[in-house]
């Protein structure tokens, strides 16, 4: 059987002769690559020249986002339309939309006239992203500032026209021939509410417009429905037998309500119409999928890739084989820090394959990769090993042998421990019930009313805002409130606390403490730093927001200037957190370390690397940053 034949054998739930290999090597290579570290006999080897020496499946799901074939087909990143040779289909805008383009050091600005008006975008790719293998443009300037901007953008999509473009796309797939399936790109959203997350507006932010321009979303995502069934139209007609719809879901940022509303009809009108043609649909799942297994499953979606089971997330890969291989075909299932020497020693590494070739019996719907990707550090002896393994003892079905599965009340389910009661204060109940709700405009009519009562500020900002926020960071620790209901509380108690400010005695607000954070150099991520000083600054921290990939040498300057009580760091790559160390060592260097706290966290850290590294703590989530925080604050 040829690796084509496995893997779409798997796809179709149909057993294949064994377990199809389709480690995913982009982001690897280029880094390796770039410092000439490839190992000596692949020096002059391309990454799929690699994969086919040692008889792995090619991985071809991923297209090749910096490799547009002409500067159009990624030029409009920032507004989610891409074309590549992975794509079925070209694009093309209104006529009467004229665009200006200003490029200067890796930045891309446009802007978008329209006879609706004009709106702009930029977009950033570096050399220096490029050396750390990122394959995403980073999105500076999001189309979507304010509500002016919805009808623009909805105007360029309402008009913007897809045709058929396929001859890349084929001659691409007669390349891969039977060493692998080739993924075409339908979109990296999975709907259009989707699109406008991932797209238009700061990831954070999105949350904010969600609630406050909630009629300008809703014909928005009409227009930019217009352009997904387009999509639909286009794939449906093309060759693609299997259709990368979707990336990045993640139950705190897809968070389960948003996901079953906004997201599910599509993946299902897809799936319907796609499978009536025989194709199948596929999403990156990389990220927390928890909360989300039962939807996804059922959302009528064929293949979920990308999947990255404990330790790097929650769900441990006989949980998901257990509660999706019936309907989802599972690509994924090597979480990359197990390739990787200090995080993993050989023998855990080979104690994870052993438990994983158990766990996955009988091993129908199961198509081994790396997820999600190989990362730069990797030993790639532990991927020839996993080949090895695959050759040797991967002939299907697998026998469970004595492997024991999770007892199902001991497996994790949906989040569900239930949080404290809300201890209600006769006196203050309205705000609390405000800020609860995140109801910006009326907690700041009660706040005005209860101080034309006479009521003191203290009390007001004590008993009613910030009981209030402490329930909503319990509820989101618990997982009964997800990052909108967060970000909605804080800023209504944020708005309320201006009002409050003339009236507090002192600097009453900023006695928590003074928060300085930021995600370190090389990393881009950002909701989870930005979900952390929300937190904080709505429980009364003052906080700095130092950015995104901040070098070592800036935070310790921010530190200087700002005096903070408390220094964060954030990282969510395995190949930025030695930055954290570094920014310690800087601080000691200047003299600095003993005047102020370090804590860290990011889905990497734990709790051993911030001890190694010298940091003052670790927090896994942000209610306990917010802990944390109040702990080294006591301690000074
Ligand atoms: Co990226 N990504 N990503 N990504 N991404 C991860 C992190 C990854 C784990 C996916 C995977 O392998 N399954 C993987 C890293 C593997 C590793 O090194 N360990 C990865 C990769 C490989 C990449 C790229 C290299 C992919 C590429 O280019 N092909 C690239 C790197 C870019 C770069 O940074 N240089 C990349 C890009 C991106 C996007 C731009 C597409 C997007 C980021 C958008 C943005 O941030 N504005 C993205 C996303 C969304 C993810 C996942 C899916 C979700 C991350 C997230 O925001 N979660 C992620 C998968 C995962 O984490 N399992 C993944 C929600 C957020 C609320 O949680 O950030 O964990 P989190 O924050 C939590 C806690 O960690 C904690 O509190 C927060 C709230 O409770 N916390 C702190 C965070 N900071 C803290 C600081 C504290 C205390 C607590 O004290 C100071």
């Known amino acids: ?66 490799k547009a074939r002409k500067r159009e087909d990624n ?21 009467e939309v004229e665009m200006e383009v200003t490029e200067t050091a890796g930045r891309t600005r446009i802007v978008y006239h329209t006879p609706v008006g004009s709106v702009s975008t930029a977009t950033v790719y570096t050399e220096e992203m490029r050396k750390g293998g990122v394959s995403n443009f980073w999105v500076d300037e999001h189309v979507l500032k304010g509500p002016a901007d919805y009808p623009v953008v909805g105007y360029i999509f309402e008009r913007l026209k897809l045709y058929r473009d396929d001859a890349d796309f084929l001659r691409w797939k007669a390349d891969i ?25 700061d990831a954070t932010d999105f949350y904010f417009h969600y609630h406050d321009y909630a009629r300008e979303m809703r014909a928005l995502e009409e227009a930019v429905g217009r352009f997904f069934d387009q999509v639909i139209d286009r794939v449906a007609e093309s060759q693609a037998e299997v259709v990368f719809w979707g990336s990045n879901f993640d139950d705190m940022i897809t968070y389960p309500a948003f996901f079953e509303k906004d997201i599910v009809p599509w993946i299902r009108k897809a799936a319907d119409l796609l499978g009536k043609r025989g194709k199948y649909l596929s999403c990156h799942c990389d990220g927390e999928n928890l909360g989300l297994m039962d939807l996804i499953r059922d959302s009528g979606m064929h293949v979920a890739e990308a999947v990255t089971p404990a330790p790097m997330t929650k769900v441990p890969i006989e949980e998901y084989y257990r509660r999706w291989s019936d309907k989802l075909t599972i690509f994924g299932g090597i979480p990359s820090i197990l390739l990787l020497p200090e995080s993993t020693s050989d023998g855990e590494f080979q104690a994870y394959l052993d438990h994983l070739f158990r766990a996955i019996s009988p091993g129908k719907r199961m198509v081994l990769t790396i997820a999600d990707s190989t ?43 239930p949080s404290r009661e809300v201890v209600w204060d006769a006196e203050f109940r309205q705000v609390q019930t405000d800020v609860l709700e995140g109801d910006q405009a009326a907690v700041q009519e009660h706040v005005r009313d209860l101080l034309g009562k006479g009521a003191k500020a203290e009390e007001i900002l004590r008993r009613g805002m910030l009981s209030a926020m402490e329930i909503i960071g319990e509820r989101f620790r618990t997982g009964e409130a997800f990052i909108p209901e967060v970000l909605l509380s804080a800023r209504a108690m944020n708005e309320a606390v201006r009002l409050l400010e003339p009236h507090l005695a002192g600097t009453a607000r900023s006695t928590k403490g003074k928060v300085m954070i930021g995600t370190v150099k090389g990393d881009l991520h950002d909701i989870g730093k930005n979900l952390v000083l929300t937190m904080l600054k709505g429980v009364g921290f003052e906080t700095v927001d130092l950015g995104i990939d901040v070098p070592a040498e800036e ?41 102020v706290r370090v804590m860290v966290g990011g889905a990497p850290v734990n709790e051993k690397f911030a001890r190694d590294i010298g940091a003052d703590g670790y927090a896994p989530d942000a209610p306990g940053a917010v802990n944390l925080a109040r702990q080294l604050m006591d301690e000074k």
């Open 1 to 66: 059987m040829t690796h084509r034949e496995r893997i779409l054998k798997a796809i179709r739930g149909e057993m294949p002769d064994r377990l199809p290999f389709a480690p995913r090597l982009d982001l690897w290579y280029t880094a390796n690559a770039q410092s000439g570290t490839l190992p000596e006999k692949y020096r002059n080897s391309t990454f799929d020249e690699i994969a086919r020496a040692e008889g792995w499946a090619l991985h071809k799901i991923n297209p090749e986002y910096q």
């Open 75 to 95: 030029l409009h990143w920032a507004l989610g339309i891409l074309s590549y040779k992975e794509s079925v289909y070209g694009f093309q805008f209104p006529p």
């Open 555 to 595: 935070i310790v300057r921010k530190v200087a200037e700002h005096r903070p009580h408390i220094l964060g760091m954030s990282a969510l790559l395995t190949t930025t957190m030695p930055q954290m160390k570094k920014v310690i060592q800087v601080l000691k260097e200047k003299g600095l370390r003993e005047k």
């Open 177 to 201: 021939g039977e060493d692998g399936v080739a993924f075409t790109l339908a979109g990296r959203a999975a709907s259009p509410m989707h699109h406008i997350q991932k797209y238009f507006v």
């Open 375 to 417: 990362p730069p550090g990797a030993v790639f002896e532990r991927l020839v090993r996993i080949g090895e393994k695959v050759e040797e003892e991967g002939r299907l079905p697998l026998e469970g042998g004595a492997f024991r599965p999770l007892p199902p009340a001991a497996a994790p389910g949906a989040r569900s421990r």
